[in-house]
């Protein structure tokens, strides 16, 4: 079994496979696109990608990479605490430019503004490369944002400690496939992109109205651009699930008959790594 995540070894996403598998599955890629290719290819198994963050919102690169796309389905949801530390090689280096994951980074606004804002800051591929970049360029004024892990692997000093905005700062990671795995946890919830009829008036009203006229919970609704034309958009809808499957189901075939079209991503369960 091949699992791939966004690597190199020790970012946040590599922390979410190694929760769920052994070491030895699992193949990094350069890039969250990569990865996904990779899994629409069958090139791997399995693919595990950061979907959204408490601080940030939903990780875009990954939601609009599974938009349309019909085989590849949510087997598992994995949340984890996200802790942020500012890395440099040598501790008495003032950084004239900061690397990380344009997540990480925007998680760490508030310390950013505060106390580098002049400070060139550069985004790249995961926290883990940013990490490793410093690590090869000794003699450059710059430091990475990533985990401790991070810091253990690459050898880097941590200048400042927990950076991110939030104490409690958390991340959803989806593992994704197109089969099944065998352990079957208790569902927990449900997604769905939904892409409404073109020019109906109070469309989104009704769709929401199928899920409210049967108490159906809604934990999540937003909308992301169809990149076709300004103002076209898909909207991403979370569903939790307890014992109302069959409602939900109705509530889906009412959606269609308005003449909306469903991505259904899958029914999955959540695991939580507590701090
Ligand atoms: O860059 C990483 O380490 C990732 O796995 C992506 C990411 C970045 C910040 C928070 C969660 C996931």
Redesign the pocket.
Known sequence: MHVGY?GPKN????QAASYCFDSAVLTPFTSIPNCLNALKKDHIDYAIV?IE?SLEGSVHTSVDGLFNQKDIQVYQEIILP?EQQLLVKNVTVIPEKILS?P??IA?SQTFLETYYPDCLIEQVA???FAAQYVANHPTESIAAI??KEAAEEYGLHILSRNIQDNRFNQ?RFWLLGKKPLKDSLPIEKLTLFITLPNNAPGILHKVLSAFAWRSIDLSKIESRPLKTELGEYYFILDVPVTNNKDLINYALEEISLLGATIQHLGYYPIVIKER
């Open positions: 966004l970012s946040f996403t590599y950061p963050n996200i994951h997540q990480a998680q995961s926290t883990t990533a985990s991340t």
